[in-house]
């Protein structure tokens, strides 16, 4: 069964720090692009960062760029998110899902995770 | 930056009534290969989003025959021929050239009157 996990959600203070990992199991995990969205409670989907299948190109939503770092290991099956200088604002359920990253080659983001919440509070 | 406008945000459906959601997107989402990158999720309550359509018209996997898309270049609509219970929800299109960033609209809530 082709699925993704994430973990590493929680409690965390304002100006605090948590890694958030992503497990897949049941397919190629080399072949896929990863990327990780959150839902704020009360709002929309929102993307914030993704990876490419190789890990060699990496993006950010401007609202995490410079907090937050996505790494992959592909020998590991896994995407990792450092969340740092965390916010208020940043209290969400976090999901992982994947996707092929081609023009030539995609089919939707089509694996989702169940979501790991995260909740910045004094 | 990619701006989706969906509409309606708030769409009330009697059951076996068919619904129709539309989003513009600031840019054209057609591609140099003739493909369209718009895809279609849902977000229900307590659940994992779900992909419904991808590059604007293609269903995806285990999705009910009741949900279709279509659209080119900046206008895309997803239909739904006839409304059940369980499509209660919030439908957002996103953006899949992945141009970062990686847009959705704003969503559209799907109510059961």
């Known amino acids: 069964q082709e699925q993704v996990v994430e973990s590493g959600g929680g409690p965390v203070k304002p100006g605090g720090s948590l890694r958030l990992s992503c497990s897949v199991s049941g397919f190629r995990f080399r072949d896929y692009y990863i990327s990780w969205f959150r839902q704020a409670p009360g709002k929309g989907l929102e993307w914030i960062s993704y990876?490419?299948?190789?890990?060699?190109?990496?993006a950010y939503a401007e609202s995490v760029r410079g907090r937050f770092a996505i790494s992959r290991d592909n020998a590991q099956n896994s995407v990792h998110l450092q969340m740092s200088s965390l916010r208020v604002e940043d209290t969400a359920v976090y999901y992982c899902?994947?996707?092929?990253?081609?023009?030539?080659?995609?089919?939707?983001?089509?694996?989702w995770g169940q979501g790991t919440t995260v909740t910045v509070s004094s | 930056d990619i701006v989706l406008t969906q509409s309606p945000l708030s769409l009330p459906v009697t059951p076996g009534e068919p619904a129709a959601i539309s989003c513009r997107s600031s840019q054209s989402l057609l591609y140099s290969n003739g493909l369209n990158f718009l895809d279609w999720y849902v977000k229900k309550p307590g659940q994992s989003p779900q992909l419904l359509i991808y590059l604007a018209s293609y269903r995806a996997s285990g999705v009910p025959d009741r949900f279709s898309g279509s659209g080119s270049g900046t206008d895309f609509t997803l239909k739904i021929s006839r409304v059940e219970a369980e499509d209660v929800g919030v439908y957002y299109c996103m953006e899949a050239l992945h141009t970062p960033p990686i847009t959705l609209g704003q969503g559209t809530r799907l109510e059961i009157k």
């Open positions: 899902a994947r996707y092929r990253g081609s023009f030539y080659e995609y089919y939707g983001i089509d694996v």
């Open positions: 990876i490419s299948s190789g890990g060699n190109t990496i």
